[in-house]
């Protein structure tokens, strides 16, 4: 078989507002399980890459479970988010080191609904509920750079990601649009999909360095994290199917820190594996392609622990 794959637009993660990573408010911009597929490639030659994916979330802490959230200590803590992202790369004639620059930029909406317990004075508690829908922390990439090689089986793809903090932040309050910090993301994705055997394995790596909250003078912890899926693709219709698997791992590298860490390091481990399914064709100079997958998180320490549903649509000109 003869894919086509490697003419697709390419998906960038960006902010999920889903309070189901740890750092300040149990969540942190990266959203695990997000990136590593042959969608999330950039394509191989000078194009444009337009992308919209939706993602799902909902997660719970085990009773008497703390997070630090907006400047407050929270206890049973239960999230619901829906997020739509929509954006672009430019794969320009460019070359940096050999391989295509390609500028892009990714801008979410998301709608997150935050239940949990607030501590009152002399020991008592109180049930509280907050929703908030708008522009999350868009992110943009001013340095990605995109190689090909084996005749176009494998890729290798540098980013240079930066969340800003454009998303609404205030203190007190269990949800917000935005997390009120930078941050900084390298990350290379490397992808094999060989034309011929349909077989695919695509990894991602990243490492996230924020900047500190001012508002709660609260710096959360960097972050290394790893996604990697396996599937295998083959004929149909006019384009190709693809069935495999997906998983997440992801490790805070360093404490959280700062006046407003009331519960100290607060360092987060998660991990997640699910089923992925995933269409792509080539329609002339057009290339489309789309996924879904589930990745119900199998592991987790100082933070939510539930599920993930994407689902992603990208076209590449």
Excluded: C
Aim: no cysteine.
């Amino acid at each position: 078989m003869k894919p086509s794959y490697h003419y697709l637009a390419g998906f960038l993660l960006i902010v999920v507002l889903t309070p189901a990573q740890a750092e300040e408010g149990g969540m942190g911009h990266y959203a695990p399980g997000s990136f590593a597929s042959f969608v999330d490639v950039l394509p191989g030659q000078p194009a444009i890459a337009a992308f919209n994916y939706f993602t799902y979330y909902s997660g719970s802490a085990g009773a008497g479970r703390q997070f630090p959230i907006a400047g407050r200590v929270a206890l049973n803590v239960d999230a619901t988010s829906y997020a739509d992202s929509v954006g672009a790369f430019w794969v320009t004639p460019l070359k940096l080191f050999g391989g295509y620059f390609a500028p892009g930029f990714a801008i979410p909406i998301a709608n997150t609904k935050v239940t949990a317990q607030l501590g009152l004075p002399r020991g008592r508690t109180v049930s509280r509920s907050d929703s908030v829908t708008g522009i999350g922390d868009i992110e943009f990439w001013p340095i990605a750079v995109s190689w090909t090689a084996w005749n176009k089986d494998l890729h290798v793809d540098f980013y240079g990601g930066i969340y800003a903090p454009t998303g609404d932040f205030q203190t007190n309050r269990l949800a917000n649009e935005g997390l009120g910090y930078w941050t900084f993301e390298p990350g290379l994705l490397v992808s094999y999909l060989g034309q011929k055997n349909g077989f695919e394995f695509t990894t991602y790596l990243g490492y996230d360095i924020n900047t500190t909250n001012t508002k709660t003078d609260y710096l959360s912890g960097q972050q290394f994290h790893i996604d990697a899926t396996a599937a295998q693709h083959l004929p149909l219709g006019n384009g190709y199917f693809g069935i495999g698997a997906s998983g997440f791992y992801l490790q805070q590298t360093t404490g959280d820190s700062g006046s407003g860490a009331r519960l100290g390091s607060f360092e987060e481990m998660t991990a997640g594996i699910g089923p992925v399914l995933s269409y792509a064709a080539q329609l002339g100079k057009v290339g489309i392609a789309a996924s879904v997958k589930w990745l119900p998180q199998i592991g987790a320490q100082n933070t939510l622990k539930g599920d993930y549903i994407w689902f992603k649509m990208a076209v590449s000109f």
